[in-house]
């Protein structure tokens, strides 16, 4: 009668996983934490309506909505959880009332104090396995809970076999209900994920093609003006002489800013050769450091040794350049640039830049790659935005996090490249 009982449990705990599903796509209620709040607790209400109860105990699965709550919806739905459980409890009383106060409440401790670690675990699988791991804290709870209770009540020796019967079978159903949840959850974030992905990707092929277009039609009559302004400041010696020669310097930067344009809409690889991440890295540091040194800014740097990749040296080179500047830039005088470049078969290649300036907010964060948006007082917004192409291209990834006042921290993600099998060293400079 219990198996019955919780994977009838199971099935009301996935309801509200399949309604979030539905409506994940309505911004108003989809990404709502008192809408996830008031589902998930709905669910643990109803497991404990239809709770299986024995030995003076409520067998059920309250804690499976309120760990997933947590977890996935935020403190606030955790906590409308919560106060629906023990709503609920009340009002079904008994003689072990005090007890589901105090399992509610220790219960619901452990997926608060987990929830910022949770977010920070990138994979899907270990985020499946997280959420076990936090969903059995219950468990242990329950079987607390139980022995403390048991131990305030007559002895009977018959109650052993099944006892323990009921236990595992309440911890086994309790991880699989968890995990079942845990990957619709994760189902629903990787689908929300892969379409801002594919808008993104279709805002960046349209901006590409027109920027192509008007790239192109601009730089051939702005071809002939600078080299009819060439031949005239060569050979023009007087009082216009020093006129050609800024129009010229703003011709070259307007050209630079077109070839800018055209990067941006095809990024052109064209010596793709065998690079040492590490040598190229710290060619784009000793460029960089006399601006760094100029604005009282430390680089320091951490880069493994015989990390190889095939690429355009060239192009990688200015999408490092451009990023790098930037952190430069955004850090105020007599702080730190940091760059790092790690490697294994299991992650792949990272590149960390990583700054201690005033950093940006969520909103900042998310625009960061848009064409012409830039935080900077001059700037185009380009070089940012042709640098995640660049690095697009290379089927690398760009990922930005940053908090005001303590920094911005720039990860590329490159997949698991096959390396030569010499043994890996680490230097650090800086």
């Known amino acids: 009668m219990l198996a019955e009982k919780l994977l009838l449990h199971v099935l009301i705990i996935l309801a509200p996983v399949l309604i979030y599903y539905v409506v994940s796509e309505n911004r108003r ?5 008192y809408f996830i709040g008031i589902l998930q607790g709905v669910s643990a209400s109803l497991c404990l309506l239809f709770a299986f109860y024995d030995y003076g105990l409520y067998w059920d699965l309250r804690y499976i909505p309120l760990v997933l709550a947590v977890l996935y919806g935020g403190p606030k739905a955790g906590i409308i959880v919560l106060v629906a459980f023990l709503g609920t409890r009340t009002y079904l009383g008994g003689d072990a009332l005090i007890f589901g106060y105090i399992s509610g409440i220790v219960a619901a401790s ?6 910022r670690r949770f977010n920070r675990v990138e994979t899907k699988k270990k985020r499946i396995g997280f959420a076990v791991l936090v969903g059995l804290w219950p468990n242990f709870v329950m079987l607390s809970i139980l022995i403390a209770y048991l131990l305030t009540q007559p002895a009977n020796a018959s109650e052993g076999p099944n006892l323990t019967l009921y236990i595992l079978l309440f911890g086994l159903i309790q991880v699989v ?3 079942f949840a845990s990957m619709l959850h994760e189902a629903v974030l990787e689908r929300e994920l892969m379409k801002q992905e594919i808008r993104r990707a279709e805002k960046l092929n349209t901006l590409g093609e027109l920027a192509a277009s008007i790239a192109h039609e601009v730089r051939n009559p702005l ?3 600078k080299g009819f302004l060439q031949l005239m400041h060569k050979e023009d010696k007087g009082k216009n002489f020093q006129y050609t020669g800024l129009i010229l310097s703003e011709l070259a930067r307007a050209e630079s800013i077109i070839n800018d344009y055209l990067n941006f809409a095809k990024p052109e690889f064209k010596k793709i050769e065998k690079v040492d ?3 190229l890295l710290q060619d784009v540091k000793m460029l960089l450091n006399p601006l760094a040194i100029k604005d009282g800014i430390h680089l320091e740097s951490y880069l493994e040794k015989n990390v190889f990749m095939e690429t355009d040296k060239n192009q990688f080179k200015q999408a490092l350049v451009n990023i790098l500047k930037n952190a430069i830039e955004a850090t105020p005088q007599d702080g730190r640039v940091y ?3 790690l490697s294994n078969q299991q992650a792949g290649i990272q590149i960390v830049i990583k700054d201690t300036g005033k950093g940006m907010t969520k909103e900042q964060v998310s625009r960061i790659g848009t064409l012409f948006y830039t935080t900077k007082d001059k ?3 380009l070089g940012t935005t042709v640098s995640m192409r660049i690095i697009d291209t290379m089927n690398g990834k760009v990922t930005y ?7 911005t921290e720039v990860k590329i993600s490159f997949p698991p490249v096959k390396q030569e099998e010499q043994k890996r060293e680490a230097s650090v400079v800086g």
């Open 110 to 115: 452990v997926p608060f104090l987990c929830l």
């Open 29 to 33: 209620f989809g990404q709502s934490p």
């Open 177 to 179: 209900g968890v995990g």
């Open 223 to 225: 071809t002939v003006v």
């Open 401 to 407: 996090s940053s908090e005001l006042g303590k920094g």
């Open 277 to 279: 991440l590490g040598e």
């Open 339 to 341: 760059i790092k470049l």
């Open 379 to 381: 700037g185009t917004g």
